[in-house]
């Protein structure tokens, strides 16, 4: 009977170890080689385990893959966790992997299970800060596959300040996403838009594509007066997603006010 | 005689012995051995021959014999012929060739002064024989431009030699047909036949035809564009008949367009290099051979000649094109672009068609040629149709243009039909 509770204070005392070790501080932990976690993902998200994701109108494809799969791929297509692989060498990280579902159980893979989407949220955009844009793109796409938090103020100070100029156009691209579905009322992955336009929408959204091949100067003031206060919600979109490619300042500046309610 | 006589007479004979060998060694010392006793670069020069001049720097001009016409444009000095030779280790790495005198002092160089041309002709025919590539095919230019050398049989000779690189091979190959000392047509023509020999050689033989002074090579180059067997050579020689001011040659390309017999790829060559002169007649008949040519590909080049190269009479030909419906709205289209392309139409005369065109395909091809003139007048019609352009496809394919372009004027325009 002793023995039991001794065995049970222990495996307590292990456990309280494991909950008090950051995420960055288990992955370092892990050492040299893959380290594999998991967490949850946002409604309307999906995969097939390996190099497919898809959420709402958006598609990732990782790898070899072609139109010809589309079919099939779509069949396989199922809601899971955030599965992130990190290989890392000399106690940095040098490659990310991003899945929906589906396992790496290589011999040389360290598991370290599920993990809450705030903590990974919080470590993959510090990661995504300092690293290379093979790294930092991956980073920021696994921050805003995750479930259940709102990584947008930190992704905004990732669009200004991460070391990595693709890292920053793709943190700037997400905000751009997510102020487009804050503005629309819809959410980042879970709604499917086959709006019927019409024509003269149409030719405005054109319009739209064309302001934004225009220089900087020229294009950001229009797109976002348009962004802001067009009557227009599918137009209102289209700008704030040509904002999102444009990396301008002035951009990021408005997607921090959609996003911090500031405006609608 | 006494001791005396004797050692005062074997002394004074060595002397003199010595001042005969000392004089006699410094002149006996090559070329080779003076350059690989340098270190850095060197220069030495040499008369040039009749007809070449430059000055001083990098411009060489190589002027017929028969030539007597003059370029008053640039001072051109007929000589000396300069080679600097940078060397290491007693090896010559490069080799860089002037005509004309040195205008300036250039720190590091050491000048070993005048050479005779036949020893500077002996050294740069060996180094072409057994140095590397960049040296050797360099090497052969100071054979080429020495004077009082014959210099043809040695420059044909190294572009036979199979062992040597190709690059230096084709040096040789250009030099022989420049150096306008003897007819070389006919070693140069063997080599254009040679179905065994290296194609880049063989491609070069057709250039040096077509390069041969008074036309000498036209007849042989005509042959080979006639000939059936090798399409890809024919096309080349076809190619240099285009660029030789010869009227034989001007019937042969036309012969080439008419003929049955010659192949698609020969006739093309014919048909682009015909387009590309401004001779009337030469525009007047590919005008009149358009419908019987059946290709594409072939028609296109018509087009692209006209328009560029038509004269007056090209607008009018093109746009009977553009609007004759009864044609494939693929010609129909080439034509326009074609003529967007070109000065043949203004502006205004492709805004007036757009108004006249009736089908989709046409009226897109108009607003992509409007897209591609850089004039306001041409952005003002984009604009015009990107706002009451009664089919919204159209309007949008402008707008998509529009935002191509860099006029602040687009900006404005597109806000306000954003924001109204």
Same mark, same amino acid.
């Given at each position: 009977?002793?023995?039991?509770?001794?065995?049970?204070?222990?495996?307590?005392?292990?456990?309280?170890?494991?909950?008090?070790?950051?995420?960055?501080?288990?992955?370092?932990?892990?050492?040299?080689?893959?380290?594999?976690?998991?967490?949850?993902?946002?409604?309307?998200?999906?995969?097939?385990?390996?190099?497919?994701?898809?959420?709402?109108?958006?598609?990732?494809?990782?790898?070899?893959?072609?139109?010809?799969?589309?079919?099939?791929?779509?069949?396989?297509?199922?809601?899971?966790?955030?599965?992130?692989?990190?290989?890392?060498?000399?106690?940095?990280?040098?490659?990310?992997?991003?899945?929906?579902?589906?396992?790496?159980?290589?011999?040389?893979?360290?598991?370290?299970?599920?993990?809450?989407?705030?903590?990974?949220?919080?470590?993959?955009?510090?990661?995504?800060?300092?690293?290379?844009?093979?790294?930092?793109?991956?980073?920021?796409?696994?921050?805003?596959?995750?479930?259940?938090?709102?990584?947008?103020?930190?992704?905004?100070?990732?669009?200004?300040?991460?070391?990595?100029?693709?890292?920053?156009?793709?943190?700037?691209?997400?905000?751009?996403?997510?102020?487009?579905?804050?503005?629309?009322?819809?959410?980042?992955?879970?709604?499917?838009?086959?709006?019927?336009?019409?024509?003269?929408?149409?030719?405005?959204?054109?319009?739209?594509?064309?302001?934004?091949?225009?220089?900087?100067?020229?294009?950001?003031?229009?797109?976002?007066?348009?962004?802001?206060?067009?009557?227009?919600?599918?137009?209102?979109?289209?700008?704030?997603?040509?904002?999102?490619?444009?990396?301008?300042?002035?951009?990021?500046?408005?997607?921090?006010?959609?996003?911090?309610?500031?405006?609608? | 005689?006494?001791?005396?006589?004797?050692?005062? +007479?074997?002394?004074?004979?060595?002397?003199?012995?010595?001042?005969?060998?000392?004089?006699?060694?410094?002149?006996?010392?090559?070329?080779?051995?003076?350059?690989?006793?340098?270190?850095?670069?060197?220069?030495?020069?040499?008369?040039?021959?009749?007809?070449?001049?430059?000055?001083?720097?990098?411009?060489?001009?190589?002027?017929?014999?028969?030539?007597?016409?003059?370029?008053?444009?640039?001072?051109?000095? =007929?000589?000396?012929?300069?080679?600097?030779?940078?060397?290491?280790?007693?090896?010559?790495?490069?080799?860089?060739?002037?005509?004309?005198?040195?205008?300036?002092?250039?720190?590091?160089?050491?000048?070993?002064?005048?050479?005779?041309?036949?020893?500077?002709?002996?050294?740069?025919?060996?180094?072409?024989?057994?140095?590397?590539?960049?040296?050797?095919?360099?090497?052969?230019?100071?054979?080429?431009?020495?004077?009082?050398?014959?210099?043809?049989?040695?420059?044909?000779?190294?572009?036979?030699?199979?062992?040597? =690189?190709?690059?230096?091979?084709?040096?040789?190959?250009?030099?022989?047909?420049?150096?306008?000392?003897?007819?070389?047509?006919?070693?140069?023509?063997?080599?254009?036949?040679?179905?065994?020999?290296?194609?880049?050689?063989?491609?070069?033989?057709?250039?040096?035809?077509?390069?041969?002074?008074?036309?000498?090579?036209?007849?042989?180059?005509?042959?080979?564009?006639?000939?059936?067997?090798?399409?890809?050579?024919?096309?080349?020689?076809?190619?240099?008949?285009?660029?030789?001011?010869? =009227?034989?040659?001007?019937?042969?390309?036309?012969?080439?367009?008419?003929? +049955?017999?010659?192949?698609?790829?020969?006739?093309?060559?014919?048909?682009?290099?015909?387009?590309?002169?401004?001779?009337?007649?030469?525009?007047?008949?590919?005008?009149?051979?358009?419908?019987?040519?059946?290709?594409?590909?072939?028609?296109?080049?018509?087009?692209?000649?006209?328009?560029?190269?038509?004269?007056?009479?090209?607008?009018?030909?093109?746009?009977?094109?553009?609007?004759?419906?009864?044609?494939?709205?693929?010609?129909?289209?080439?034509?326009?672009?074609?003529?967007?392309?070109?000065?043949?139409?203004?502006?205004?005369?492709?805004?007036?068609?757009?108004?006249?065109?009736?089908?989709?395909?046409?009226?897109?091809?108009?607003?992509?040629?409007?897209?591609?003139?850089?004039?306001?007048?041409?952005?003002?019609?984009?604009?015009?149709?990107?706002?009451?352009?009664?089919?919204?496809?159209?309007?949008?394919?402008?707008?998509?243009?529009?935002?191509?372009?860099?006029?602040?004027?687009?900006?404005?325009?597109?806000?306000?039909?954003?924001?109204?």
């Amino acid at each position: 009977m002793r023995y039991g509770i001794l065995m049970t204070a222990a495996l307590a005392l292990g456990a309280g170890r494991a909950a008090g070790q950051s995420l960055a501080q288990r992955v370092r932990s892990a050492g040299d080689g893959r380290v594999q976690l998991r967490f949850a993902s946002r409604p309307g998200v999906c995969g097939d385990g390996r190099s497919t994701i898809s959420g709402g109108d958006r598609n990732f494809m990782r790898g070899n893959w072609s139109a010809d799969d589309a079919g099939e791929w779509r069949r396989r297509c199922e809601p899971g966790p955030v599965r992130v692989v990190l290989r890392t060498a000399n106690a940095s990280v040098e490659r990310l992997s991003v899945n929906i579902g589906g396992s790496d159980s290589g011999s040389d893979v360290h598991d370290l299970g599920t993990v809450s989407a705030h903590d990974a949220v919080e470590y993959l955009l510090d990661l995504a800060g300092g690293s290379s844009h093979r790294v930092g793109d991956d980073a920021v796409l696994a921050a805003v596959l995750a479930d259940s938090t709102t990584p947008w103020p930190s992704l905004i100070t990732l669009a200004r300040t991460a070391q990595s100029h693709d890292t920053r156009e793709s943190a700037t691209f997400w905000l751009g996403q997510a102020a487009a579905a804050r503005v629309t009322g819809t959410t980042l992955f879970g709604d499917h838009h086959d709006t019927d336009e019409s024509d003269d929408e149409a030719v405005r959204g054109e319009a739209i594509f064309a302001i934004s091949q225009q220089p900087h100067d020229e294009s950001v003031p229009v797109l976002i007066r348009v962004a802001r206060t067009n009557k227009d919600p599918e137009l209102r979109k289209k700008a704030l997603f040509w904002l999102g490619q444009s990396g301008d300042p002035r951009a990021i500046d408005l997607f921090s006010q959609i996003l911090n309610g500031a405006e609608r | 005689m006494t001791r005396f006589d004797r050692a005062t +007479r074997a002394a004074c004979a060595a002397v003199a012995m010595l001042a005969t060998v000392v004089p006699l060694t410094a002149r006996a010392q090559t070329i080779a051995d003076r350059v690989h006793g340098a270190s850095g670069d060197v220069e030495i020069r040499f008369a040039a021959r009749p007809g070449v001049c430059g000055d001083g720097e990098g411009s060489v001009n190589v002027r017929s014999r028969h030539d007597t016409g003059t370029d008053e444009s640039w001072h051109c000095e =007929p000589g000396p012929v300069r080679v600097r030779l940078t060397v290491h280790n007693g090896t010559v790495r490069a080799i860089h060739t002037l005509v004309g005198s040195r205008h300036r002092e250039i720190a590091g160089l050491t000048d070993l002064g005048a050479v005779g041309d036949r020893d500077a002709v002996q050294y740069f025919l060996s180094l072409a024989r057994s140095a590397d590539v960049p040296v050797a095919r360099e090497a052969v230019t100071p054979v080429a431009l020495a004077d009082s050398v014959t210099v043809a049989p040695d420059l044909l000779s190294l572009a036979n030699e199979r062992s040597r =690189p190709i690059e230096v091979r084709k040096n040789a190959l250009f030099w022989a047909g420049q150096v306008d000392e003897s007819d070389v047509t006919a070693p140069v023509q063997r080599i254009a036949d040679d179905t065994t020999e290296d194609r880049r050689l063989r491609e070069q033989a057709v250039f040096v035809l077509s390069q041969l002074p008074d036309g000498a090579g036209v007849p042989a180059l005509t042959r080979v564009a006639r000939s059936n067997a090798e399409p890809w050579l024919a096309a080349k020689a076809t190619f240099w008949l285009g660029q030789v001011d010869d =009227p034989g040659a001007r019937q042969t390309l036309r012969q080439l367009v008419t003929d +049955r017999g010659v192949s698609e790829e020969v006739k093309a060559q014919a048909v682009f290099v015909l387009g590309q002169h401004d001779s009337p007649d030469d525009q007047a008949f590919l005008r009149r051979q358009f419908d019987a040519l059946g290709t594409k590909k072939l028609q296109d080049r018509v087009l692209m000649g006209v328009a560029q190269h038509g004269g007056p009479g090209a607008k009018a030909w093109l746009l009977g094109i553009v609007t004759d419906s009864a044609r494939p709205i693929e010609v129909r289209k080439q034509a326009l672009f074609w003529a967007g392309q070109s000065e043949a139409l203004e502006t205004s005369d492709l805004t007036a068609l757009y108004g006249r065109l009736h089908d989709d395909a046409m009226q897109r091809q108009a607003i992509f040629v409007l897209s591609q003139r850089d004039d306001s007048a041409a952005t003002d019609a984009l604009m015009r149709i990107a706002r009451s352009d009664p089919e919204h496809d159209l309007r949008k394919q402008a707008m998509f243009w529009l935002g191509q372009k860099n006029d602040p004027r687009v900006a404005k325009f597109l806000a306000d039909i954003l924001e109204h």
